[in-house]
């Protein structure tokens, strides 16, 4: 097993890599700027250069599985949702289809299951979330999508809660715990559904575990 994690550098993406660090999963990071190998050289992954904007198919070489962690900052607008939270997002299924990985894991947002009742400022990029995911669902790899939120960065309880819809008063998961689910479903096979949560007192091994919705992958 060797997994690929496209957007390590993020507040989610570095979580995930220490997880699997700690969890002793070869993994290789994708970075678009050299400067930031030092952090990730430390945790023992193995480093690709590469831009979600541009032709990033080099950076499946020898991997088996994929998380997909990147997103687009709030402050960015319009055009980088579309790019990061979308476009990019489809052609990591195509990439990973191409080279039959064993697993996509992709981390999307709770607000994709409805796009259309989000607030004014996240409704673009919910729906750019949710076109991203309807693609890897339909592309015919092996994926899981994530939709967590609202998203904090308290430290782990190890605990969350199903839902598929964002309510008002919905409790924060921390970023970390979502670092812990992503990691979880490529060490438990987890394939072919999606899982939206937010914070709760359920232990997260519990959870997946208890998902008749997902097949265990072989």
């Known amino acids: 097993m060797k997994v690929l994690l496209i957007g390590a550098h993020g507040r989610t993406g570095r979580h995930i890599a220490r997880e699997l660090q700690r969890e002793a999963i070869p993994f290789k990071v994708m970075l678009r700027k050299s400067a930031h190998k030092p952090e990730f050289v430390a945790l023992g992954a193995e480093i690709v250069l590469g831009d979600l904007t541009h032709d990033f198919s080099h950076a499946f070489d020898d991997v088996t599985h994929v998380i997909y962690a990147a997103g687009s900052a709030e402050s960015e607008g ?3 949702e579309r790019a990061i939270d979308r476009d990019a ?7 990973a289809r191409r080279r039959r990985v064993q ?3 992709v981390i999307s947002a709770i607000s994709a299951y409805w796009p259309d009742a989000s607030s004014l400022a996240l409704k673009h990029y919910s729906k750019m979330k949710r076109e991203g995911d309807d693609y890897v669902e ?7 999508i994530l939709r967590p939120g609202p998203l ?3 430290p ?3 605990t969350i809660a199903l839902a598929s819809e964002r309510a008002a008063n919905a409790p924060p998961v921390s970023r970390e715990d979502v670092a812990h689910v992503a990691v979880q479903c490529v060490q438990l096979g987890l394939r072919d559904g999606v899982v939206g949560f937010v914070g709760g007192d359920l232990p997260i091994g519990d959870v997946l575990a208890g998902i008749s919705s997902l097949a265990l992958g072989g």
């Open 78 to 80: 319009v055009n980088e």
């Open 89 to 95: 997002v489809q052609r990591t299924a195509d990439y």
């Open 103 to 105: 697993q996509l894991v």
């Open 138 to 144: 339909k592309r015919g790899v092996p994926y899981v």
């Open 152 to 154: 904090s960065d308290e």
């Open 156 to 158: 782990a309880s190890g």
